[in-house]
């Protein structure tokens, strides 16, 4: 296993891959550097002297500048380098792309679940949430009477432990006695809820709209149970315009109660139970058929990143991205603060100059934003990611936008926006990972791609989210969370090209139904809508 690496020919700093230690010498492509400073692995030494406002150069982009002198071999901390970026300009050219061999899949297909608009579920849901807040109560009594008797086999396991202490069994004689037969196999049932639809601003209740509209349309769902008080900013009409925009011709059913209009909470209870449950059981009928793998829109997240991210990880989905858009599928990068100082390469990748336009405005409109709150991108790097190496945004962002691969971008999407076109679509949303990740799901995603090196257990309540370590230590220590090991790009054990198309064919699998992801085993359903304030 190598010691250290360099990212990009251009770059001034070098990457250690294990832990370094003062006065050790190491040897990079025939060039010995000695270490000044003990070096972390994840982290970075300098390849030259810098002095004070000189350019740190990873990923052959500019990632921040020296505030002091570093001498060569020097590590870089937050105390000697600080965050700066590319300047930007108008779309100035094409990269062009030379699409990567897929005759491995063209062929390939996957069973999912068929919509009557084209579009192809990994997955068939039956989705419960609320118009607003004042709701959620009623939703959890929903959840908790769905679960425990529509759905016995879903049972927590840890209420089957609890039940054991207080009955003085074994775990295994409580489930024996405390399951019956499940009775749907061909559908889940899924309940979410939300802070938002009133109290706020118009334009929040508004977005969450288009928000809940993009989870119904989104192929993993079959169909929703909507609750509604009735008396809240998001109207009912508001709601169904949203959909019917986004969908003219959706003929999903749609259940919808207005809690002021019914009367008391019993008569609606015993109207959602009946209507929902006999709707539940035409919605189990539909079966999986095979699709080609075009049909599959992936989402492109990370979360917990770590100095090995960019360098393992993200670069994998970068090949999994390439693959899908050659294949004709979808697939959406996000986290626009985390590709601040790369803006000028994506814009030179948009299909035109409007897609160009409209991105550099939303990043620029979101950066406002945040300055105006009195903070800034450079404030998006957490204390984890820190530790683990990431110093600046502009550093986090580089090794981040890796996830896009190299395809021409097709469209540019605000948040709520759903994705239409084929290729690799770029999506306004927060670095937040749940924010993200509700947002890509919100867009159209069927199933999500979370690489993460310090570890994230967050899923999706109606798309499968597959968790990509960077780094084996990881998937080692939290193997209950993790799904694929990229680590071993770290290693030297295989080629990011390698890690890149076993996921692709993971991905495949699990479309499928035939794997199931960690966090839908440990029910990590996470849906946290993002209002239109600042948000990091």
Same mark, same amino acid.
């Given at each position: ?7 990009n ?16 010498i ?7 550097? !000695? ?16 002095? #004070? ?16 002198? @570093? ?11 600080? $965050?700066?970026?590319?300047?930007v ?74 039940? &054991?202490?207080?009955?003085?069994k074994s775990?295994a004689?409580?489930?024996?006695t ?13 309940? @979410?809820? $939300? ?7 118009? !334009? ?8 809940? #509209?993009?989870?119904v ?32 011709? *959706? ?45 599959? =829109? ?6 917990g &990143? ?5 360098? =393992? ?7 999994v991205?390439?693959?899908? #858009? ?5 697939t959406?990068?996000a986290e ?5 100082g790369?803006? !000028? ?15 550099? &405005? ?22 984890g ?5 990431l @110093?600046?945004?502009?550093?986090? *962002? ?8 190299t ?20 999506l ?13 799901v ?30 084996? #230590?990881?998937?080692?220590r ?12 770290i290693?030297g ?12 064919d993971?991905?495949i699998?699990l ?26």
């Amino acid at each position: 296993m190598k010691k250290v690496l360099k990212v990009n020919p251009k770059d001034n700093v070098v990457v250690a891959l294990m832990d370094l230690y003062n006065g050790e010498i190491v040897d990079l492509d025939g060039t010995p550097y !000695q270490v000044l400073t003990d070096t972390k692995a994840k982290h970075k030494f300098a390849g030259e002297h810098f002095e #004070a406002g000189d350019q740190i150069i990873m990923y052959g982009v500019v990632v921040g500048k020296a505030n002091q002198t @570093i001498q060569k071999g020097e590590v870089i901390t937050t105390e000697n380098v600080k $965050h700066q970026s590319e300047p930007v300009f108008k779309k100035t050219g094409d990269l062009g792309w030379t699409p990567p061999n897929v005759d491995r899949w063209k062929d390939k297909t996957f069973n999912g679940y068929h919509r009557s608009d084209g579009q192809v579920g990994t997955k068939n849901v039956w989705l419960f949430f609320p118009l607003v807040f004042c709701e959620n109560k009623n939703i959890e009594k929903l959840k908790d009477i769905f679960e425990n008797e529509l759905l016995p086999k879903k049972e927590v396991s840890y209420k089957n432990f609890l039940r &054991s202490l207080i009955e003085e069994k074994s775990v295994a004689e409580v489930e024996d006695t405390s399951r019956n037969e499940n009775l749907l196999d061909n559908i889940e049932v899924k309940f @979410i809820n $939300h802070q938002g639809g009133c109290g706020g601003i118009r !334009q929040d209740s508004e977005l969450l709209a288009k928000l809940l #509209a993009g989870y119904v349309n989104n192929p993993n769902v079959a169909g929703a149970t909507v609750l509604s008080l009735g008396c809240q900013n998001l109207q009912v009409d508001i709601f169904q315009n949203a959909l019917k925009e986004m969908s003219p011709n *959706s003929d999903k059913e749609i259940l919808i109660f207005e809690q002021q209009k019914i009367g008391t909470t019993d008569q609606m209870f015993q109207m959602v139970i009946k209507d929902s449950f006999e709707a539940i059981k035409r919605a189990n009928k539909i079966e999986r058929q095979p699709a080609p793998v075009s049909k599959i =829109s992936i989402g492109l997240e990370c979360g917990g &990143s770590d100095g090995f991210s960019g360098i =393992s990880a993200n670069p994998a989905l970068g090949i999994v991205s390439d693959i899908f #858009a050659a294949l004709g599928g979808k697939t959406i990068l996000a986290e626009f603060p985390e590709l601040c100082g790369v803006e !000028q390469e994506l814009m030179n990748r948009c299909v035109d100059e409007e897609k160009a336009d409209k991105f550099l &405005s939303l990043m620029k409109a979101f950066e406002k934003s945040v300055v105006d709150a009195g903070s800034g991108f450079d404030m998006n790097p957490s204390p984890g990611n820190i530790k683990d190496g990431l @110093i600046t945004d502009a550093m986090k *962002s580089a090794g981040a936008s890796k996830k896009g691969g190299t395809a021409p971008i097709v469209d540019v999407l605000d948040y709520g926006e759903y994705i239409s076109k084929p290729g690799l679509n770029l999506l306004n949303t927060p670095g937040n990972d749940a924010e993200c990740t509700t947002g890509l799901v919100g867009s159209g995603a069927t199933v999500v791609l979370f690489t993460t090196g310090l570890g994230n257990p967050m899923g999706n309540p109606i798309a499968p989210v597959v968790k990509i370590s960077s780094n084996t #230590a990881l998937i080692n220590r939290m193997s209950d969370i993790i799904d694929v090991n990229a680590g071993t790009v770290i290693t030297g054990e295989k080629s990011i090209q390698e890690v890149g198309e076993e996921i692709v064919d993971y991905i495949i699998e699990l479309a499928s139904g035939n794997v199931e992801t960690k966090a839908d085993q440990l029910k990590q359903d996470v849906f946290i809508p993002w209002k239109r304030g600042v948000s990091l």
